[in-house]
């Protein structure tokens, strides 16, 4: 699935996570098949350890997934079939920002603290967010009918998104809520879906399995494919 | 009169009264024609009828298969039919059925074929079906007692096959044409079903999370082998059903939904009337099927 270029923004206050990657980002854990697609077009097998640089792009196989911590402690956990590229994360005359692109699956976040004049940007299909939470999923859903934008998926762990979308018309999604953007056009009322319990957010290895695999084919429900007798 | 060769009565015009049918016997004759003349059809006295019915599902889902189980039955059936007399009339269960009706167990998949082209096989324990061959008379020539056999309680094994294909009516997908087409062979009866249904809904609410699904349809049902295997005009309708209602998603995969049906059966001979009578009936029977059903979901 590809993204319709548009920003999700988000500030706000989050705990300072330690990053083990000083001035870097890198890969902290990786199942199965994991690349790195550098900008200058070379391709190599992601590692456990080996840092990650601005412009690169992390692509998971289908049975693939990582966690990459940034330079300011932030965590994305990248599941399987996904693509997300680190376009920008560094210090920048004394304000980080960051900014990423999914291009396509999914992607949780756990945002670090950001101070005065930092940024943190996601860009994905069709939606703006203004994150004032500390994590947030963010996935593409399928393509209903013939239409060729993809549907958004948000829900919101801890904290508030503020979520735009094409109609500008802004929603606030709470910590246990969730939107979706249908084809990308307008953002649906928050509520607490059901399959957002199920996620996984845990994103340090040493406190238990990471690999989250609620299954997204199934976050709503497309009438063609749906039997009822 | 005179004798011929071998001493064989010659006889000239006329009947030799040893080869004249005795009175007594075309009077029984005339009787018993009279009597298959006679041979009733069902009459329904109560229709339209009003059946109340409640369907329990559970899928299973995966990403190629849609496991089902279902118990679905009727509530009550009124069959009443023609008594020819009172003793007929009496025999409460026989002509006129105030019991469970068609009750059933069924278990078996759909299996995505193609996109939105799914295939269903099905296995279904069922009773209280009706047949055009319970129709019968539970008397005698001279003393019919015409009714409709109880079937509660009579298993009878169905295995059903279907296609069924769904396209949306819109880019978003909210409104779904759906078209249904499946065999039913009933291995104990030795009849085979055939169903065509076509059908619309409708998602209400948030689209990819819908409060509702309301949906129409209408079902035609042929039924080529009536009974003792002789087909009947394979363009001739056995049922039809028209429906409408509202699936309620309540949410972890729950859904709960009522609807309200139009049935006609027409029923069309039996051996039993066929041994006795002459030509073909049709009787037409019209129910009212109000319907409430539960669904659950279940992700493999």
């Given at each position: 699935?590809?993204?319709?270029?548009?920003?999700?923004?988000?500030?706000?206050?989050?705990?300072?996570?330690?990053?083990?990657?000083?001035?870097?980002?890198?890969?902290?854990?990786?199942q199965g098949r994991v690349e790195v697609h550098s900008p200058d077009g070379k391709v190599r097998r992601a590692e456990k350890?080996?840092?990650?640089?601005?412009?690169?792009?992390?692509?998971?196989?289908?049975?693939?997934?990582?966690?990459?911590?940034?330079?300011?402690?932030?965590?994305?956990?990248?599941?399987?079939?996904?693509?997300?590229?680190?376009?920008?994360?560094?210090?920048?005359?004394?304000?980080?920002?960051?900014?990423?692109?999914?291009?396509?699956?999914?992607?949780?976040?756990?945002?670090?603290?950001?101070?005065?004049?930092?940024?943190?940007?996601?860009?994905?299909?069709?939606?703006?967010?203004?994150?004032?939470?500390?994590?947030?999923?963010?996935?593409?859903?399928?393509?209903?009918?013939?239409?060729?934008?993809?549907?958004?998926?948000?829900?919101?762990?801890?904290?508030?998104?503020?979520?735009?979308?094409?109609?500008?018309?802004?929603?606030?999604?709470?910590?246990?809520?969730?939107?979706?953007?249908?084809?990308?056009?307008?953002?649906?009322?928050?509520?607490?879906?059901?399959?957002?319990?199920?996620?996984?957010?845990?994103?340090?290895?040493?406190?238990?399995?990471?690999?989250?695999?609620?299954?997204?084919?199934?976050?709503?429900?497309?009438?063609?494919?749906?039997?009822?007798? | 009169?005179?004798?011929?060769?071998?001493?064989?009565?010659?006889?000239?015009?006329?009947?030799?009264?040893?080869?004249?049918?005795?009175?007594?016997?075309?009077?029984?004759?005339?009787?018993?024609?009279?009597?298959?003349?006679?041979?009733?059809?069902?009459?329904?006295?109560?229709?339209?009828?009003?059946?109340?019915?409640?369907?329990?599902?559970?899928?299973?889902?995966?990403?190629?298969?849609?496991?089902?189980?279902?118990?679905?039955?009727?509530?009550?059936?009124?069959?009443?039919?023609?008594?020819?007399?009172?003793?007929?009339?009496?025999?409460?269960g026989v002509n006129s059925r105030m019991e469970a009706g068609p009750w059933h167990l069924k278990a078996g998949t759909y299996?995505?074929?193609?996109?939105?082209?799914?295939?269903?096989?099905?296995?279904?324990?069922?009773?209280?079906?009706?047949?055009?061959?319970?129709?019968?008379?539970?008397?005698?020539?001279?003393?019919?007692?015409?009714?409709?056999?109880?079937?509660?309680?009579?298993?009878?094994?169905?295995?059903?096959?279907?296609?069924?294909?769904?396209?949306?009516?819109?880019?978003?997908?909210?409104?779904?044409?759906?078209?249904?087409?499946?065999?039913?062979?009933?291995?104990?009866?030795?009849?085979?079903?055939?169903?065509?249904?076509?059908?619309?809904?409708?998602?209400?609410?948030?689209?990819?999370?819908?409060?509702?699904?309301?949906?129409?349809?209408?079902?035609?049902?042929?039924?080529?082998?009536?009974?003792?295997?002789?087909?009947?005009?394979?363009?001739?309708?056995?049922?039809?059903?028209?429906?409408?209602?509202?699936?309620?998603?309540?949410?972890?995969?729950?859904?709960?939904?009522?609807?309200?049906?139009?049935?006609?059966?027409?029923?069309?001979?039996?051996?039993?009337?066929?041994?006795?009578?002459?030509?073909?009936?049709?009787?037409?029977?019209?129910?009212?099927?109000?319907?409430?059903?539960?669904?659950?979901?279940?992700?493999?």
């Amino acid at each position: 699935m590809r993204s319709v270029p548009i920003w999700l923004i988000t500030l706000l206050t989050m705990f300072l996570m330690p990053s083990a990657f000083a001035g870097e980002a890198g890969i902290v854990w990786l199942q199965g098949r994991v690349e790195v697609h550098s900008p200058d077009g070379k391709v190599r097998r992601a590692e456990k350890g080996k840092p990650l640089s601005e412009g690169d792009t992390v692509r998971s196989g289908a049975d693939g997934a990582a966690i990459i911590e940034l330079e300011d402690g932030s965590r994305l956990k990248v599941r399987e079939g996904s693509t997300l590229k680190l376009t920008a994360f560094k210090l920048v005359e004394g304000a980080r920002k960051t900014t990423l692109e999914l291009l396509g699956g999914s992607v949780f976040s756990k945002v670090a603290k950001l101070g005065a004049g930092d940024q943190f940007s996601l860009q994905a299909a069709t939606a703006i967010a203004g994150v004032r939470g500390t994590e947030f999923f963010t996935s593409f859903g399928g393509k209903v009918g013939a239409s060729a934008a993809a549907d958004i998926w948000l829900c919101v762990n801890e904290g508030t998104v503020e979520v735009k979308a094409t109609d500008e018309k802004s929603v606030r999604v709470k910590a246990g809520e969730g939107i979706v953007v249908p084809e990308g056009k307008t953002v649906t009322p928050p509520k607490a879906y059901a399959w957002t319990k199920k996620l996984n957010w845990n994103m340090e290895p040493e406190k238990g399995e990471v690999r989250d695999r609620t299954p997204l084919e199934k976050l709503y429900r497309d009438a063609r494919e749906t039997h009822y007798d | 009169m005179t004798r011929g060769k071998a001493g064989a009565p010659r006889t000239r015009g006329r009947v030799p009264r040893t080869k004249r049918l005795p009175g007594w016997f075309l009077g029984a004759l005339a009787a018993s024609l009279l009597s298959v003349e006679a041979a009733p059809v069902p009459v329904f006295t109560n229709a339209p009828a009003i059946e109340p019915q409640v369907n329990l599902r559970l899928f299973f889902e995966s990403a190629r298969f849609q496991p089902l189980l279902e118990l679905s039955g009727n509530l009550s059936r009124s069959m009443d039919g023609l008594a020819t007399g009172a003793v007929a009339a009496s025999r409460l269960g026989v002509n006129s059925r105030m019991e469970a009706g068609p009750w059933h167990l069924k278990a078996g998949t759909y299996i995505a074929i193609f996109p939105r082209l799914y295939g269903g096989i099905f296995y279904s324990l069922a009773g209280g079906l009706v047949h055009d061959g319970d129709w019968s008379n539970f008397g005698s020539a001279a003393a019919p007692d015409w009714g409709w056999a109880r079937s509660a309680t009579r298993l009878e094994h169905l295995l059903t096959l279907d296609l069924t294909w769904r396209t949306a009516l819109e880019p978003s997908a909210r409104w779904v044409l759906e078209i249904k087409a499946g065999s039913v062979w009933n291995v104990t009866e030795s009849t085979n079903d055939l169903k065509l249904r076509p059908g619309l809904s409708v998602q209400v609410g948030e689209l990819r999370n819908p409060v509702a699904t309301l949906f129409a349809q209408y079902e035609i049902w042929w039924r080529p082998y009536r009974f003792i295997g002789e087909p009947v005009n394979l363009l001739l309708p056995w049922e039809n059903w028209v429906y409408a209602g509202a699936l309620f998603h309540l949410g972890d995969g729950v859904s709960l939904g009522a609807s309200l049906a139009w049935r006609h059966t027409s029923w069309r001979e039996s051996a039993s009337w066929r041994s006795q009578s002459r030509g073909a009936y049709e009787a037409g029977y019209d129910a009212l099927v109000p319907s409430l059903t539960l669904v659950k979901r279940i992700s493999l």
